[in-house]
């Protein structure tokens, strides 16, 4: 798969909070069609990357291009999905039905005042059928699985039809099943649909034959364009600060440190 145009365009970027480092001179792209996943230790700054690249944070100094245009001038918010950490962990109590939760995904590019129209109505059913949550549509969100209500969390950042998907680590407190049909799901979408999509997780050995780049972040930042070689057993020792052991998916064969 060749990829031209860079979605996210990452140039020297540095965040200090309070005389502290938490990214520094970090430069990558992110292109169309790619399946990028973040690793690295808690508190290394993947989740504060990717808020900072969504100009939910600001940095403290570097530059950040979306679709070629500087963050402070990127007005097209629909094409980016985003499901923060620990979105789908929702309060049972909550009076909302799983399809009310699309929906807000759908209005919520639209502003708070818009209309709910047929063409919406359309892209809600079709991110919930991607998604294989349509069949739950009228129950209440607070009666799901974790894995279903992951999936309808998924839907919603679908309903604006984005280009890109930024996941950050949405498999927490989900069963092994759900996962698994999570990442099929996901493989789906990057290779039939061509959706782009941006994971931050701690399991990338099960999606290491889906993805196509490999960044570590740990304050800096490690690109590494063929994951299916991964990282050295002692690179993954350095960047997580313990002895690490590295598991070649489907081949059930360990790697000997």
Known sequence: MEFKLPIFDVRNLSLIIREHTILHSITLQIFEGEYVAIIGPNGGGKTTFVRTILGLQKPTSGEILIYSKPLDHFDKWEKI????????LIDKGFPATAMDIVKMGRLAKKGFFAFYNAKDKKMVEEAMKKMNVWQL???LIGELSGGERQRVMIARALASNPSVLILDEPNTGVDVVSQRIFYELLRELNKNEGLTIVF????????????????TINQKAQVCIDPKEMMSCQEMSD?????????????????KC
């Open 81 to 88: 999905g985003y499901v923060p950490q620990r979105a789908a």
């Open 200 to 215: 931050i997780t701690h399991d990338v050995g099960v999606i290491a034959d889906d993805i196509t780049k490999l960044v």
């Open 137 to 139: 549509k009228d129950r």
């Open 239 to 255: 960047l997580y600060g313990i002895e690490a052991h590295l598991l070649q998916n489907h081949a059930h064969k360990r790697n």
